[in-house]
């Protein structure tokens, strides 16, 4: 189910996807070019590429992106994962 509801949480990504916290203590995403992110409900960073999807072996291209979009440092990890051309980092932003 997760799977699914990624695409469409991400395609919205004027707004980020509502936080536990109603999004009171979330950082804001800077505007990259090329790149979306969103903030999943559970609090973690999803990263999708505009142009070409990411593939499973882009994860370095997906956490540089990531970065950018925290404006200075995703949290990475172990627990980063690639799901539906989607690359999601558990930790969010630092």
Do not use: H
């Amino acid at each position: 189910m997760r799977a699914l509801l990624l695409p469409l949480l991400i395609a919205g990504c004027a707004g980020a996807a509502p936080l536990p916290d109603g999004g009171a203590r979330a950082p804001r995403l800077a505007a990259v070019a090329g790149y979306q992110g969103a903030f999943l409900p559970t609090g973690e960073l999803a990263v999708r590429r505009t142009a070409a999807p990411f593939r499973m072996d882009e994860g370095a291209e997906a956490k540089r992106a990531a970065n950018a979009l925290c404006g200075g440092k995703v949290v990475s990890g172990d627990r980063d994962n690639f799901i539906d051309d989607v690359w999601v980092f558990p930790g969010g932003c630092a």
